[in-house]
């Protein structure tokens, strides 16, 4: 059977128009391969602006007008074109956003989560409502969070709680394949470890979860294969194991691994300052 989602030599680049308007192309992937299948958890790893989220677009059809992209993405054996990403985008394939700024700063939690539920259960809007209010009641108390959320507006969540929320959204629809793009960052150390185990256990069962982040550690905690990219590439792809077992074929990856804090915090000379 082929893998839930199969990218190879996945390329991204915009056009620009400078100062009297030269045209100018910025590559921003060249070359991202990633395999994600049924019941795994796969890590992509690199430092800001290696292209992570752009990948994530790209398979969910964001990408702004001005993209152009080759290499393939394949979903459950068949390319995906634009279309096809748009259709299945919120519905088998979800995103769970690396911005807070998807949530509606204007419109309470209890609104967005019942729209997404409607959205999610293909409800009519109007006979949909209480039912997608109930659905939403449900699934934010099986996050900790509350009756009293579903009144209160974006700005009035801690971060922890806004992460749960986009977590809640993002897995309504019962998707096959999540890609959560930073998940993690602000967070205190205990739940952090708590929402890489939700992952573990979306996966776990039978979904597909690719998890986008800067932090290798957390990364080995709970991936079945951690993918590093960097520049726009993909430059190895190694399973837990494969790092304690010194399987790192790239000195990136090996900086990556040596600057954890339990194998010394090693910084390469290079990259001291
Ligand atoms: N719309 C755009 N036009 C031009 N360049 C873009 C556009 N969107 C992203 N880029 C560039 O593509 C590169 C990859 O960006 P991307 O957001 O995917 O990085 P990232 O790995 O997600 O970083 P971070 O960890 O900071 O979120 C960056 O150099 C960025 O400046
Ligand atoms: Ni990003």
């Known amino acids: 059977m082929s893998p839930l989602l199969a990218i190879e030599q996945l390329t991204v680049s915009f056009v620009q128009y400078e100062r009297g308007l030269r045209r100018r192309e910025v590559v921003a992937l060249s070359g991202m391969d990633l395999t994600a299948d049924r019941g795994q958890v796969v890590a992509l790893v690199g430092a800001s602006g290696a292209g992570k989220t752009l990948l994530a677009h790209a398979v969910l059809g964001m990408l702004p007008p001005n993209a152009t992209e080759s290499g393939t993405i394949q979903y459950d054996g068949r390319p995906l074109d634009h279309a096809e990403r748009r259709r299945l985008a919120g519905q088998e394939i979800a995103l769970l956003p690396q911005s807070v700024d998807y949530l509606d700063p204007l419109a309470t939690i209890g609104r967005q989560v019942t729209r997404s539920a409607q959205l999610a259960t293909q409800l009519g809007a109007r006979a949909g409502r209480r039912a997608g209010h109930r659905v939403a009641a449900t699934v934010l108390a099986a996050r900790g969070l509350g009756p009293e959320v579903l009144r209160r507006y974006p ?119």
Request: hydrophobic share 40%.
């Open 155 to 273: 700005h009035e969540l801690s971060g922890g709680m806004i992460r749960r929320v986009l977590l809640t959204m993002a897995t309504l629809g019962d998707p096959h394949l999540i890609l959560a793009d930073e998940p993690t960052p602000g967070l205190p150390r205990e739940d952090v470890s708590a929402v890489l185990q939700e992952f573990r256990a979306l996966a776990d069962d039978g979904r597909a979860v690719v998890l986008i982040t800067h932090e290798l550690g957390g990364a080995l905690e709970v991936a079945d294969t951690v993918v590093i990219c960097r520049e726009g590439r993909t430059i190895e792809t190694v399973t837990p194991a494969g790092f304690r077992t010194g399987e790192l074929r790239d000195p990136y990856t090996k900086a990556l691994w040596q600057a954890l804090p339990a194998n010394g915090f090693a910084v390469p000379e290079e990259q001291s300052c």
